[in-house]
DNA sequence: TATATGATGCACT
DNA sequence: GTGCATCATATAC
């Protein structure tokens, strides 16, 4: 099985971000052709989480170029990022979306009632199909022995892909959520249907 | 089908 | 104490 090298990952975020897309990861029995993705361009980018420099839990995301940061969020929520650039760096790609490849039974018995579609659909919809957890933090993928593993594409020469603004971040006073810093493959139903960084609405006092 | 809202726990200030 | 790189559900059309 081929795996992306520890030099695939170590290279500019903005130029591996897009290439993900299509590469099939694996974990826990479950296959996900990537369909969707983020980039975070580490300490230049006001929405990553080593914005602020590094801190317990993106420890992770300084690590060599192809380890796993996978964290918990609103309560109830996992994400994978896959770390990109060199030890020290703490860019990253956050996996959005994917078409589940093989697995099924495994990513629906995890996932509840859920259409195949909609398996993973969306980051922690994604992480929850393939049993990405607190455990799978840190994870350095380019290992043979890994247990979670990313192949490349196979050739058809290039996808279709665009880009767009990134999900969730919002804030006042321009953030990084106008980075047009989201890829996706172009005419995919797996694509997260969430909608662009709306404000949230303001509570009712 | 589309939109609105509550749930939920942890990291960070 | 506050705010999340979200999702499932309820309600309205």
């Given at each position: 099985m081929t795996r992306l090298s520890e030099e695939f990952f170590d290279r500019p975020v903005l130029q591996i971000a897009p290439e993900l897309l299509g590469c099939v990861v694996t974990h826990a029995g479950v296959s996900v052709r990537l369909t969707e993705v983020e980039a975070y361009d580490g300490a230049?980018?006001?929405?990553?989480?080593?914005f602020r420099g590094r801190t317990p839990r993106n420890a992770?995301?300084?690590?060599?170029?192809?380890t796993l940061y996978v964290y918990f969020t609103y309560g109830m929520h996992f994400c994978c990022n896959i770390g990109c650039g060199p030890e020290g760096i703490a860019s990253a790609v956050l996996l959005r979306a994917g078409e589940v490849m093989a697995g099924h039974d495994l990513a629906r018995q995890r996932r509840g009632r859920s259409t195949d579609r909609d398996l993973a659909r969306g980051p922690a919809r994604l992480a929850q199909a393939m049993a990405l957890g607190r455990d799978q933090?840190?994870?350095?993928?380019?290992?043979?022995?890994?247990a979670m593993s990313v192949e490349p594409r196979s050739q058809q020469g290039r996808p279709a892909v665009r880009t767009g603004p990134r999900v969730g971040l919002s804030g006042p006073?321009?953030?990084?959520?106008?980075?047009?810093?989201r890829f996706w493959l172009d005419?995919?139903?797996?694509?997260?249907?969430y909608r662009p960084a709306k404000p949230r609405r303001p509570r009712a006092t």
């Open positions: 230049n980018d006001p929405g990553s989480h080593a992770s995301m300084f690590g060599p170029a192809g933090d840190g994870l350095y993928t380019p290992d043979p022995d890994c006073g321009g953030n990084g959520a106008t980075y047009p810093w005419g995919e139903t797996s694509v997260s249907a």
